[in-house]
């Protein structure tokens, strides 16, 4: 079936640290990729997505790249900030359609320390 | 972007009573919601879609009877956990999608309702 695998965390980095998040799927076919953020006492929120294979999706300093050979989509940040704390959630969507079902990897924790 | 809120954020009842979260799109009309349902340390696990005007769509092991989803206008979802018990208790989260947005995979999230049956 379809599913994500992230890192647990909590991630615990120094401001202007480098992050990465792993993020690994296994699905069939060709699935869209997505990273959503959660900041503290708000809803998710799209951060950034990719849609085929080799695809780079970026926002906000965080980029991911759809890795079809590795099955991957880890997120990174060359310099994380105080304001980057959240939980972070890999998701993918197989197929289109009315549906547009996501599914979720279990979240990881970033804290940025000052 | 799109604002979708729910309320109430947090409840705590007692066992055997029924507890209703409401899910609202706040700037925009959504034809179609989704409920989700996340345990500590797990991902979000989809419960249900509810499309304005029709019956809900309930994932595989979901029962219906026990979270009951009306979607009655384009700007309003209600999830009803009825005779709610202790194993009810978590995080329920909706999320609403834009007419037109079925394939762009972008979904616009509540702030999620935590609840607490003692």
């Known amino acids: 079936g379809n599913s994500v695998t992230q890192m647990e965390g909590p991630v615990t980095l120094s401001e202007e640290a480098f992050l990465t998040i792993n993020c690994t799927y296994t699905?069939?076919?060709?699935?869209?990729l997505f990273w959503y953020v959660q900041y503290p006492g708000e809803g998710l929120q799209l951060l950034l997505k990719a849609t085929k294979a080799d695809d780079k999706g970026s926002n906000k300093g965080f980029e991911a790249t759809y890795r079809k050979e590795t099955t991957s989509f880890h997120l990174e940040k060359g310099s994380v900030q105080v304001s980057d704390s959240a939980v972070y959630f890999c998701?993918?969507?197989?197929?289109?359609?009315?549906?547009?079902?996501?599914?979720f990897g279990t979240g990881t924790l970033l804290a940025v320390q000052p | 972007g799109a604002v979708v809120s729910q309320h109430p954020s947090w409840v705590i009842c007692k066992s055997g009573t029924s507890v209703k979260i409401e899910c609202r799109s706040l700037?925009?009309?959504?034809?179609?919601m989704f409920w989700y349902r996340q345990f500590p340390k797990q991902s979000l696990m989809l419960m249900a879609t509810?499309?304005?005007?029709?019956?809900?769509?309930?994932e595989q092991g979901v029962e219906k009877d026990k979270f009951l989803i009306n979607h009655a206008s384009l700007t309003l979802s209600t999830l009803t956990v009825t005779s709610a018990h202790p194993e009810d208790s978590s995080f329920y989260i909706c999320?609403?999608?834009?007419?037109?947005?079925?394939?762009?995979?972008?979904?616009?999230f509540g702030e999620g309702s935590r609840l607490t049956v003692l």
């Open positions: 700037d925009f009309q959504a034809t179609t």
């Open positions: 999320s609403a999608r834009e007419p037109g947005g079925a394939n762009t995979g972008e979904l616009f």
């Open positions: 699905a069939t076919g060709y699935p869209s």
């Open positions: 509810s499309n304005e005007g029709s019956k809900a769509t309930y």
């Open positions: 998701a993918l969507r197989r197929g289109g359609g009315a549906t547009n079902k996501l599914i």
